[in-house]
Every structure is written in C-alpha cells, then in structure tokens.
C-alpha cells in the first residue's frame, strides 16, 4: 500500500456510528477493527468499540477513525482544525455537503463566494468541523 496522508479522529464509542455516517456521505469502502477482535483490553461494555476504522473512497478520500480507549485521556473538540473537501466536482461535492448537513449545525452555508468558488462550513452531528470547497482554486 501507498503512503498516505488522512486525518484520524477519535470518537467517545460512536466511532462504527460516525464512519457508517461518513461512507454515506463520501461512498466508499469501511474496514472495522474492535477492541475484542484484536484482544485489547478496555473498559466493560466497550469490547465492540472501534479500535481502528477507514473509510477509503474510489477517489481518493481516506479517513480514519476509533474510539477513545479506557486509559487514554477524554476526547476534547476543537477549533483549530477542520475536515477539507475542495475540488471542481459540484456534483460529487455538493452530494457530499448535502448529506454532511444531516443532523449538523451549519456555520457557513454553501454559497459563492468573492472569488468565485462555492464555500461553505458545518459542524457535523458528531462534533466534527467539515469545510467544503467547489471550485477551480487550490
């Protein structure tokens, strides 16, 4: 396999719900890997959780996913990052925004802006900050 660059967001145990979520909106193929088929120990009741999970898409997209373990530090959400879509493929990518809206707090609505380009911001039904980006600048 080829190197690959992709973020890898940690959930609170609704990593498999998150990445399902995900696969709708992008298309593509899951692998899930849980704590109990790899024998890692964590907390009762969260054997089922996700341990590693990637959702590769035909046209490039990876992302990658877990759940927190039992001995790692909670989950923070933050501000300083966000989940980019950005190309010229309107109607892959406004397919894309549409089904990121379900169950997200819209921040920015898809709209052209002064450069030409449609933009728009959301935070998804999981917390996560998408942008998306359709257009012909990098």
Request: glycine letters at 10%; a negative charge; aromatic letters at 8%.
């Amino acid at each position: 396999m080829k190197a690959d660059l992709s973020a890898y967001i940690t959930f609170e145990g609704r990593a498999r719900e998150a990445l399902e979520h995900y696969q709708t909106a992008l298309g593509g193929k899951v692998l899930i890997e849980t704590f109990r088929k790899w024998g890692i120990p964590t907390a009762p009741g969260h054997e089922d959780d996700v341990v590693y999970g990637v959702l590769r898409t035909d046209d490039g997209f990876v992302l990658r996913v877990k759940d927190r373990a039992s001995d790692e530090e909670p989950v923070e959400q933050g501000t300083a990052w966000a989940l980019c879509l950005n190309g010229e493929e309107a109607e892959r990518l406004t397919a894309c925004w549409n089904a990121l809206t379900e169950g997200a707090t819209i921040i920015e609505p898809l709209q052209e802006m002064p450069w030409g380009d449609l933009n728009g911001a959301l935070i998804d039904a999981f917390g996560i900050r998408w942008s998306v980006n359709i257009g012909s600048s990098e």
